[in-house]
């Protein structure tokens, strides 16, 4: 069992059974933008009508440098990239984390509903979600090097002091889409990231 709150709790209907990407979007980056782009191209080809679902994990984690933003904003990042894409037909939903991942599946399936495709770049999430009677498709992670997100947090991190705009574009745009980065810019949600460090030391 967790600590952890259980907020939010699942809705009364989940949606009905679709193609589903779950991700902590801490932030969004290059990689997730990878594996959605790659579910919303498979639906196009092969299941037209069904819902791009985008699970939002780690909802009920709190702030810490690995958990920066809120799930709120996190759903915020990714309607962002996804009105930029022209990507419709789509459900958000935030799923707390359990810490118990024999459990997790049947959990999660009370957000994001049961048993249909799953996009992960992930293999123990992959296994899971096969055992549970789910297809699931396996994509590489591309550009591993650059698109973990402790990477990306760590250079937001370095950028949150930095008051020239055009150097956080320069180097963060490199590994966030623009869409992101311009939510992340306009609501000043990088300057926390100066604070949570150790120590609490701001950077820079």
């Not at 699942?10 to 009905?16: C, I, V």
């Not at 290059?30 to 639906?43: D, M």
């Not at 962002?80 to 399936?109: F, K, M, Q, Y």
């Amino acid at each position: 069992m967790t600590d952890l709150p259980m907020t939010p709790e699942p809705p009364e209907n989940p949606p009905m059974a679709g193609i589903v990407v779950i991700g902590r979007f801490q932030p969004l980056h290059f990689g997730h933008a990878i594996l959605l782009r790659a579910a919303a191209e498979q639906r196009a080809a092969h299941a037209a009508d069904s819902t791009l679902i985008i699970g939002i994990g780690s909802a009920n984690r709190p702030s810490t440098l690995a958990n920066p933003w809120t799930a709120e904003e996190r759903e915020s990042m990714v309607t962002a990239w996804l009105e930029a894409e022209g990507i419709e037909n789509t459900h958000i939903c935030s799923i707390p984390d359990i810490e118990d991942p024999p459990n997790w599946v049947r959990h999660a399936e009370r957000y994001h509903g049961e048993a249909g495709c799953i996009f992960t770049t992930d293999f123990d999430t992959a296994e899971l979600y096969t055992a549970a009677g789910w297809d699931v498709v396996l994509l590489p992670l591309e550009q591993r090097e650059n698109y973990e997100g402790w990477r990306v947090r760590e250079t937001a991190r370095m950028l949150s002091t930095v008051h020239d705009e055009e150097a956080v574009r320069s180097v963060l745009g490199s590994l966030v889409p623009s869409s992101v980065l311009d939510l992340l810019i306009n609501t000043d949600s990088l300057a926390r990231l100066a604070y949570m460090g150790e120590g609490g030391e701001p950077v820079g």
